[in-house]
T-cell receptor
Framework: DAKTTQPNSMESNEEEPVHLPCNHS???????IHWYRQLPSQGPEYVIH???SNVNNRMASLAIAEDRKSSTLILHRATLRDAAVYYC???????????FGTGTKLQVIP | NAGVMQNPRHLVRRRGQEARLRCSPM?????VYWYRQLPEEGLKFMVY????????ESGMPKERFSAEFPKEGPSILRIQQVVRGDSAAYFC?????????????FGPGTRLTVL
């Protein structure tokens, strides 16, 4: 049970913004939202995480809905190197095993 | 600071042989996780270890699979008497601590092929 729902695939044109949605309607008040991405033939890499407020870092922005039932990972200008599978994960406090689900496969079109 | 290292990167075994996969976590990290990824699927959690202790092995098959993380040296995932269904990419990750703020750093994976 991945506890999050994402579209299987999305396409974006190069240098356009990309909005990757994630539904987590059963999220609890203390669960964080983490995003990872996996480039072809590589291990996953951390992208960003947040709790309630929108978050920005050098890789992306994370917009979290006011009711926290959904969030959106925003890549401001997609490049070919951003083509990857993006995973949205709920993360509770303390130790928990991480369930990745199948993620969203992002294709970037030159 | 070197990232998580895994070796070998590719491993070919015949049915019935043993496979040993190694993972060296990032310096200072004492939490190690192993995942398996079948083609076109997401990562499936297998086991979580701290130094010398298995904390959660709920994702690991009860037979033929074992994992360790000794006081000195890398973490080892061992698969005995491999079968074709064991062919997959095995990823190791490490973290500094557990909890909501602690990201996991992943290695490049070991791709196991069972002939």
């Amino acid at each position: 049970d991945a506890k999050t729902t994402q579209p299987n695939s999305m396409e974006s044109n190069e240098e356009e913004p990309v909005h990757l949605p994630c539904n987590h309607s059963t999220i609890s008040g203390t669960d964080y939202i983490h995003w990872y991405r996996q480039l072809p033939s590589q291990g996953p890499e951390y992208v960003i995480h947040g709790l309630t407020s929108n978050v920005n870092n050098r890789m992306a922005s994370l917009a979290i809905a006011e009711d926290r039932k959904s969030s959106t990972l925003i890549l401001h200008r997609a490049t070919l190197r951003d083509a990857a599978v993006y995973y949205c994960i709920r993360y509770s406090g303390g130790y928990q095993k991480v369930t990745f689900g199948t993620g969203t496969k992002l294709q970037v079109i030159p | 600071n070197a990232g998580v290292m895994q070796n070998p990167r590719h491993l070919v075994r015949r049915r019935g042989q043993e496979a040993r996969l190694r993972c060296s976590p990032m310096k200072g990290h004492s939490h190690v996780y192993w995942y398996r990824q079948l083609p076109e699927e997401g990562l499936k959690f297998m086991v979580y270890l701290q130094k010398e202790n298995i904390i959660d092995e709920s994702g690991m098959p009860k037979e033929r699979f074992s994992a360790e993380f000794p006081k000195e040296g890398p973490s080892i995932l061992r698969i005995q008497q491999v079968v074709r269904g064991d062919s997959a990419a095995y990823f190791c990750a490490s973290s500094l601590d557990t909890g909501s703020h602690n990201e996991q750093f992943f290695g490049p994976g070991t791709r196991l092929t069972v002939l």
